[in-house]
């Protein structure tokens, strides 16, 4: 376990006095009453000196917001009803017509459904590029280009991307950056610091609290942290004139959860290898996607930036409980579609990082741009919840058996 959980199970809460509890409490409010006109014209939401109004931030938003900076390795936080929320309120603050934004081929697919959507729209461009090749962004930035998403590893696909020459590109190019970090959910590396080239990290780095730091599988939330000031304020206006509160009760429920983020994260780690090395050995697998195995594209990337000093169970580091595999052609659509049914402990959904385990199939070649996916098979992507590890083999090996 690193310091940091430490740091955020002893982050600061001031309780009300005489109740010393390390608990925080649960506040809501729409109306916060002013003492007089002076006050209610003297309170700032914005530098959060002071309460003005619930969609602007409660004791238990406010605290909740520091703690997931503090997690993430930044200063300034700003919540949103859910991680899509998050990607489109930077999108909206940071974007206007006629500039353009970059996104990662393998990138969360809602996110490329809102550039190709409403960005359209209000005509910002976008342009997908390919992120394990730092080249084409390099050849992609223009006089256009204003934000640079960036995501590790790619969704479904798991190719860990070139993170820290991705995020120093954008910086010698003076192009603000975005990181999706609901992968690695502020445990698995530092979003600010990529420990790569000199620069490189990312100005703003975004998760779905929904998976790992909800961890119930109950709460939709979203979080946008940043280190400087100028940004998180154009962030934040944003935020305001779109009227994206969150609800008092989903901020208890993740302040909740918080101190067994990093204990949680590592067990659903420690299961998905432990699978993920059982599925490889499977003659029914044609390929394991995870990036802290050996022959998973970026495996070594993911050692540099993840701490992982060898391939699989042994090598240390940190990788969510989330990898893919592609089946073997020979078994077609209908056959992989029979073993996801057959599956009882693995249940069929969407999002990760709760108690149940999860799974789903994917097409990916109509995914990806046309021609850049290499393998033939299904690929199924496999999400570990918190079951016993001998069970959840258990029930792949008896639902493999329906693949003929
Ligand atoms: C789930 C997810 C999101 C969106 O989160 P929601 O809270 O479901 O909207 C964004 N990015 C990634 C990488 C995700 O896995």
Redesign the pocket.
């Known amino acids: 376990m690193s310091q940091a959980i430490t740091d955020l199970i002893h982050h600061p809460y001031v309780p009300p006095a005489g109740f010393a509890a390390p608990q925080p409490g649960v506040f809501k409010a729409s109306t916060v009453i002013f003492a007089n006109v002076a006050a209610m014209r003297a309170r700032d939401w914005k530098n959060k000196t002071g309460y003005t109004y619930g969609l602007h931030g409660t004791p238990t938003t406010f605290l909740l917001e520091a703690r997931i900076a503090s997690l993430e390795g930044g200063k300034h936080c700003v919540l949103v009803p859910?991680?899509?929320?998050?990607?489109a309120n930077v999108n909206i603050a940071l974007l206007k017509s006629g500039d353009e934004v970059l996104i990662p081929d393998n990138a969360?697919g809602?996110?490329k459904a809102l550039a190709d959507g409403e960005l359209k729209n209000w005509g910002i461009t976008h342009q997908l590029y390919d992120p394990m090749n730092p080249a084409d962004l390099q050849a992609r930035i223009g006089p256009k280009t204003r934000l640079v998403w960036l995501?590790a590893p790619g969704?479904v696909t798991m190719e860990f991307v070139p993170l820290a020459q991705l995020a120093a590109i954008c910086r010698q190019r003076g192009v603000t950056s975005a990181l999706?970090n609901?992968?690695g959910a502020g445990i698995a590396f530092n979003g600010f610091d990529l420990r790569g080239p000199s620069g490189s990290g990312a100005d703003i780095v975004?998760q779905?609290?929904?998976?790992y730091p909800s961890g119930g599988g109950d709460v939709?939330?979203?979080s946008i942290v940043t280190r400087d000031d100028e940004l998180n304020l154009k962030l934040k206006l944003s935020h305001m004139r779109l009227g994206w509160g969150i609800a008092g009760n989903d901020a208890e429920a993740v302040l909740r959860a918080l101190p067994s983020v990093e204990l949680r994260y590592r067990a659903q780690d420690a299961a998905g290898r432990a699978l993920a090395a059982w599925l490889a050995s499977r003659r029914e697998v044609a390929q394991l996607l995870h990036p802290a195995f050996a022959g998973s594209p970026g495996h070594e990337h993911w050692r540099e930036l993840c701490g992982g000093k060898g391939s699989g169970e042994a090598a240390g580091g940190a990788a969510a409980g989330l990898f893919s595999v592609a089946f073997e052609p020979r078994h077609g659509v209908a056959q992989v579609d029979a073993f996801c049914d057959a599956l009882k402990l693995f249940k069929l959904g969407?999002?990760?990082g709760g108690p149940v385990s999860l799974v789903v199939p994917y097409d990916i070649s109509s995914m990806r741009k046309p021609g850049t996916w290499r393998h033939k098979g299904v690929l199924v992507r496999f999400s570990l919840g918190l079951e016993a590890v001998e069970d959840l083999r258990a029930d792949l090996e008896q639902a493999l058996a329906k693949l003929g």
């Open positions: 859910s991680g899509l929320a998050a990607i969360y809602p996110s995501e969704s999706d609901t992968w975004v779905a609290l929904t998976k939709l939330m979203g969407y999002s990760w």
